[in-house]
């Protein structure tokens, strides 16, 4: 079964250092998206691609974190400096397109640890 | 009003006893709706779809729309401790998924 590959699973850094994510999507899907989900709550968009471009980075807190899909397939996530408040999973998505009706298939997900 | 309204629990129920889990959403989101469920330290588990009023039934699940009312459900019936988990509902927003902030299930023996 095709899958969402996330690396790493876990991550500690210390407060105010660099850290990144990677995500590869589900062979063809054109859609990816990186949500980001604390404790106790709903995962909450950060930013999702289409093929190479952004089409939604409304929530990425654009002055510490970036993200890119150079060549439309796998894509980058990083945080520089880090927070305490960073602390969190960070989840990646992909789908065929934006416009399908059903649901997402998430990777496994990165545990991120700011101490 | 938030796009997609949970509450966080935890709902406890006896094992095989039917969890009746709620969910109720805005105008802003469209009218296809996903129940995801999130053991402990692990990332969401897509288990049911529905983008029709009325219901929709899978094994032990059944996920229930009512557009009038702007609420979906979620019911396990014969519940099993393993079922214990937090369930998130998720509605469409044009092309991304809003998530609720789940509900705590806890199934005990």
């Known amino acids: 079964e095709a899958e969402v590959a996330q690396s790493p699973r876990y991550k500690i850094t210390e407060k105010s250092q660099a850290v990144a994510f990677w995500c590869d999507p589900i062979?063809?899907?054109?859609?990816l998206y990186w949500y980001r989900q604390i404790l106790g709550q709903g995962p909450e968009l950060l930013v999702q691609?289409?093929?190479?471009?952004?089409?939604?980075d409304s929530q990425l807190p654009k002055d510490r974190f970036s993200a890119e899909r150079l060549k439309g397939v796998d894509s980058t996530l990083k945080i520089q400096p880090a927070e305490l408040g960073d602390s969190a999973m960070y989840l990646c998505?992909?789908?065929?397109?934006?416009?399908?009706?059903?649901?997402?298939?998430f990777g496994s997900g990165t545990r991120l640890t700011v101490v | 009003q938030k796009e997609v309204e949970q509450n966080s629990g935890p709902l406890s129920v006896p094992e095989g006893a039917i969890a009746s889990l709620n969910c109720t959403y805005s105008?802003?989101?469209?009218?296809?709706f996903f129940w995801y469920r999130q053991y402990s330290g692990k990332s969401p588990e897509l288990i049911m779809s529905?983008?029709?009023?009325g219901d929709k039934e899978d094994g032990r699940f059944t996920a229930q729309l009512n557009k009038a009312s702007q609420y979906v459900s979620l019911l396990i019936r014969d519940s099993q401790p393993s079922d214990s988990a937090t369930y998130l509902c998720?509605?469409?927003?044009?092309?991304?998924?809003?998530f609720g902030t789940g509900t705590r299930l806890q199934v005990f023996p």
């Open positions: 998505a992909s789908s065929l397109s934006g416009r399908t009706p059903y649901g997402y298939t």
């Open positions: 062979s063809g899907h054109a859609t």
């Open positions: 691609f289409q093929d190479e471009s952004v089409v939604d």
């Open positions: 105008d802003r989101v469209s009218q296809s």
């Open positions: 529905i983008y029709s009023n």
């Open positions: 998720a509605a469409r927003n044009t092309d991304k998924l809003i």
